[in-house]
């Protein structure tokens, strides 16, 4: 009988790059499989698997975004589905990556969008991923500014003689559509959408307005990014979807939705590079930063705090550089560094001392006040188990911070009830306690109702002392 020769694989894409990788199967499976645990998936991949890809069978799912990103990692350079020859399949994990174009961060983000106002819930399920902060805060920091974002931008025609210029197209009628000429008042708009939906934020929740947001993104912006405009405007267009993005990746952290809103934050991050705005970009780091503060990731934080500062230098207003190093300092504190904490605290306060009344300040920067500063400092001496200057800053926080700012006066409110805590002052601990339990009970935030959880979780030693008993009490009755 006639020996028969092997059978070549179908992908001889994928084969080629597990050659140049240096792969078994068997090791890619396993490479695919830890990267799925990073992100709460639980993948069962063997080398027999492989083998199946490898003959033209599809992996389902996010596993060919997977397998790029392993691909991606060991390789050193941008791998996509598509370059392995494998179907791009669900955007979900590929909301991670770090686009290499303008026009691919819209088509990921847009995925994003799309699926996120639907009924997708998986999407506001998947996994927070540590390590998936790693790549693109790298490529943030070390990438070139794009070229060019203009897109389809013609030179406008002159009317002839005699004839009418043409009418604008009322906002009330039909929607944009990919092509259509984006203007000025396009961008503006955008903006004061912006400034809406965060005010909304700010006094309810993230859960109040987060759909409607996501659904104004798809339906509004994605049109503009697809649509026409000169240079300027196309850079000015980009600057708002990315403060959109990160403002619908904040509202999904703040329903604890932590893997949806790491994949919109590192979108915002690629949007303001095209938008030319370093010190935007930086400012989604800080965000970044927070977040894996809030789950418990202080050495990823404490990174991605550096690697603002590290991307946009001295040459930013000192508005802007407290709030950098307020949000090292955070990271320091989570952390226990007590040294380091106090180090970025004392660089935050003289920063802000040395702001002048004049200076050119970005609006989202505008709300880091003295109010602000010094709830950095309380959340940072709690987290230091440093309860009386805690408390002292808790204090005058609550005193400077607007009435508009509601969950983060909550949240400073439970700060402080657990310094007096700390204190041994059970009575004051309570009362402040409850006073925050009532405020979460009216809004929609997932972060307000867990401080206050948080907060409960320490009374348990004094579970049978009457001001406890007082607090379950009047906590029980906002059921």
């Known amino acids: 009988m006639t020996e028969q020769p092997p059978q070549r694989p179908q992908n ?36 027999t698997s492989v083998t199946r890809w490898l003959r033209g069978q599809q992996p389902r799912g996010t596993t060919p975004a997977l397998i790029a990103e392993v691909f991606t990692r060991r390789l050193g350079r941008r791998l996509t589905a598509q370059d392995l020859g494998l179907d791009a399949g669900s ?42 902060l790693v790549v693109p805060s790298r490529d943030w920091l070390i ?43 396009d961008v503006a708009a955008l903006r004061s959408v912006g ?10 929740g993230g859960g109040h307005a987060r759909q409607a947001l996501v659904r ?24 708002a979807v990315a403060d959109l993005t990160r403002l619908a990746g904040w509202t999904s952290y703040d329903i604890a939705a932590h893997g949806l809103a790491q994949r919109y934050f590192v979108q915002a991050l690629r949007l303001a590079q095209a938008a030319g705005d370093r010190a935007y970009g930086a400012y989604v780091l800080v965000t970044m930063s927070r977040q894996a503060v809030y789950l418990g990731h202080g050495r990823e934080a404490v990174q991605l705090a550096r ?14 550089q407290a709030l950098l190093h307020a949000a090292e300092a955070r990271a320091h504190g989570v952390l226990g560094e007590s040294r380091a904490c106090a180090a970025s605290l004392v660089r935050a306060e003289h920063a802000l001392s040395s702001a002048k009344q004049g200076d050119e300040v970005p609006y989202w920067a505008r709300m880091f006040d003295e109010g602000q500063l010094a709830d950095e400092f309380a959340h940072c001496h709690r987290d230091l188990q440093q309860f009386r200057t805690s408390a002292l800053h808790a204090e005058r926080s609550l005193d400077l911070h607007a009435p508009g700012f509601a969950r983060s006066r909550l949240f400073c409110r439970v700060v402080l009830a657990s310094a007096r805590l700390g204190l041994g002052e059970l009575d004051q601990a309570c009362a402040l306690g409850a006073e925050a339990a009532h405020q979460a009970a009216d809004m929609r935030s997932v972060r307000a109702v867990e401080y206050v959880r948080e907060f409960e979780r320490r009374l348990e030693p004094f579970r049978d002392a009457p001001p406890v008993r007082g607090y379950r009490d009047r906590v029980a009755a906002l059921g």
């Open 91 to 132: 955007p979900v994990y590929a909301g991670l990556e770090f686009a290499g174009t303008p026009e691919e961060a819209v088509e990921i983000v847009g995925g994003l969008w799309r699926k996120d106002s639907g009924s997708h819930a998986e999407l506001r399920k998947i996994a927070f991923s540590p390590a998936g």
């Open 195 to 204: 400034e809406l939906f965060r005010t909304l934020d700010h006094a309810y």
């Open 12 to 47: 001889r894409r994928l084969a080629a790059l597990i050659a140049e990788a240096g792969f078994s199967n068997a090791g890619l499976a396993r490479r695919v499989a830890q990267l799925g645990l990073e992100h709460g998936l639980d993948l069962r991949y063997d080398k």
């Open 216 to 239: 104004y993104l798809e339906h509004e912006a994605e049109p503009m990014l697809r649509g026409s405009y000169g240079e300027q405007t196309g850079r000015r267009l980009f600057g």
């Open 307 to 320: 690697v603002a500062q590290q991307g946009i230098g001295s040459s930013v207003p000192p508005l802007v």
């Open 143 to 185: 990438g070139r500014p794009d070229d060019r974002v203009a897109r389809g931008e013609q030179t406008p025609r002159v009317p002839a003689q005699g004839s009418r210029a043409p009418v604008p197209r009322p906002r009330g009628g039909p929607e944009r559509g990919p092509g259509q000429r984006v203007t000025s008042g």
